[in-house]
């Protein structure tokens, strides 16, 4: 049976989404043990013009729902980026995870070849069909910020593996 977009989509970000929940958790524990201010690890960065961990914690969510929506024609649920606590981060994981699971494989399944527009930076759209969009920019992007939210919490001394990103299937 061939790989369904479902699969390649809902299944994929549900799988990191929850990884990266747990991720948090060890983040928390970490935080505690070596009595650090949770506030030194949320605004951390790679460099200084990067976003911090907590927007790439936001954005990894971002990137989970809405290539999701779109390719399923429905709206995009809006979150307010007020996240400022581990706490906070962990809901919206949470509140991602529950409204990817509402969406169906008969909503997502038939939409690689449906044409997708999606913004492409201010004021900029592009349109592709779906099965470029998910692979050549969702799952990047999506990845992008997943990554960077791992290296962010490693590079800062949280004792993390491979298998705590990748998650156990």
Do not use: C, W
């Not at 961990?53 to 024609?73: E, H, I, M, N």
């Not at 995009?76 to 606590?85: G, S």
Request: hydrophobic content about 45%; cysteine-free.
């Amino acid at each position: 049976m061939p790989l369904s977009m479902h699969q390649a989509s809902v299944v994929l970000f549900t799988r990191t989404l929850t990884a990266l929940d747990a991720i948090l958790d060890k983040a928390i524990a970490h935080a505690e043990a070596k009595k650090i201010e949770p506030d030194a690890l949320l605004t951390a960065r790679l460099y200084p013009n990067m976003f911090a961990f907590a927007k790439q914690v936001q954005l990894a969510t971002d990137f989970a729902k809405g290539p999701v929506s779109r390719l399923a024609g429905v709206d995009i649920p809006k979150y307010a980026d007020e996240e400022k606590t581990f706490t906070d981060l962990k809901a919206r994981i949470a509140k991602t995870i529950a409204y990817l699971k509402t969406v169906k494989p008969e909503q997502i399944d038939g939409s690689a070849d449906k044409d997708i527009t999606f913004p492409a930076g201010p004021e900029k759209t592009l349109t592709l069909p779906g099965s470029q969009y998910l692979l050549g920019v969702a799952l990047p992007n999506f990845y992008f910020h997943a990554t960077t939210a791992y290296d962010l919490l490693r590079h800062n001394g949280v004792e993390l593996g491979k298998l705590d990103f990748i998650g156990r299937p």
